[in-house]
C-alpha cells in the first residue's frame, strides 16, 4: 500500500468513526428520561443471575442499598450468597426450597413461593431501596406459584426511583411487555452435558 493509499484510509476510518461518535453524542443527548428501571434477563443459556450480582456489585460501587429476593434455589448456597452474606447494604430473602424435582411437593413449593414475595413484595415497597433483584422470579410466574397480575401491580407501583432485576427461562409476554430492558441468554453449549460437575467459582 503507498502512502497516498495509507493516508486516505486513515482519513476515511478518521470520517467514519466522527460519523459514528456524532450519532453517538446524539443517542446519549437525547436520553434524557431518568427513572427507575427493570431489567429482565431470561432465555435458556448460563449467566442470568450471574449478570445480576454484576448489577448489585455496580450498585454497591455507589453505595446503594439492595434488597435481593432468590426463588426457586434458595436452599442451595453459592459463592455469591457467601458475598452478598457479608454485604451491609444488602438484605437478602430466600426461599426456603431447592428445586422443584427435589421437593416434589407442588403446595408446600407454593407456600414457601408466597412466603418469599411477600417479602420481594416488602423491598418493591421499601423507598430506601435502590435496587431490588428477583432471582428465578420467571418460574414462579410460569409455575403459577404467584399471581402475575400481583407481580406486575407491584412492580407497576414501586419507588419511582428503584431499580429492578429480574431473573429466569421463559419470561412471560406481560414480563418482556413491563420491563424497559430484556436480554436473552442463549444455550449454545454447556459443560454439564459433557458430564463435567458444577464448578466452585464458576457454577456455585
Not at 6 to 20: E, H, L, T, V
Not at 38 to 44: A, D, E, F, Y
Not at 111 to 127: F, R, S, V
Not at 135 to 143: A, H, Q
Request: with cysteine.
Amino acid at each position: 500500500m503507498s502512502e497516498d493509499q495509507s493516508k486516505a484510509k486513515d482519513a476515511s476510518y478518521k470520517k467514519r468513526m466522527q460519523r459514528k461518535k456524532a450519532h453517538v453524542d446524539a443517542r446519549i443527548e437525547e436520553a434524557n428520561i431518568d427513572k427507575g428501571i427493570i431489567v429482565l434477563l431470561t432465555g435458556n443459556g448460563k449467566g442470568k443471575s450471574s449478570s445480576a450480582l454484576g448489577m448489585i456489585c455496580r450498585a454497591l460501587g455507589y453505595d446503594m442499598k439492595i434488597g435481593v429476593a432468590k426463588f426457586l434455589k434458595g436452599d442451595q448456597d453459592t459463592g455469591e450468597d457467601i458475598f452478598l452474606a457479608k454485604q451491609p447494604n444488602v438484605q437478602i430473602s430466600r426461599m426456603k426450597t431447592g428445586f422443584t424435582w427435589d421437593t416434589q411437593d407442588k403446595a408446600y413449593d407454593i407456600a414457601m413461593a408466597a412466603e418469599t414475595w411477600t417479602e420481594a413484595q416488602a423491598y418493591l415497597k421499601d423507598k430506601s431501596l435502590d435496587l431490588v433483584v428477583l432471582d428465578e422470579l420467571t418460574y414462579m410466574v410460569s409455575y403459577k406459584y404467584l399471581d402475575e397480575s400481583a407481580v406486575l401491580d407491584a412492580l407497576n407501583n414501586r419507588p419511582k426511583d428503584q431499580h429492578v432485576v429480574i431473573t429466569g427461562r421463559a419470561a412471560s409476554e406481560n414480563l418482556i411487555k413491563i420491563a424497559d430492558t430484556v436480554s436473552e441468554v442463549k444455550d449454545i453449549k454447556h459443560a454439564f452435558r459433557a458430564n463435567i460437575k458444577a464448578q466452585k467459582g464458576i457454577d456455585l
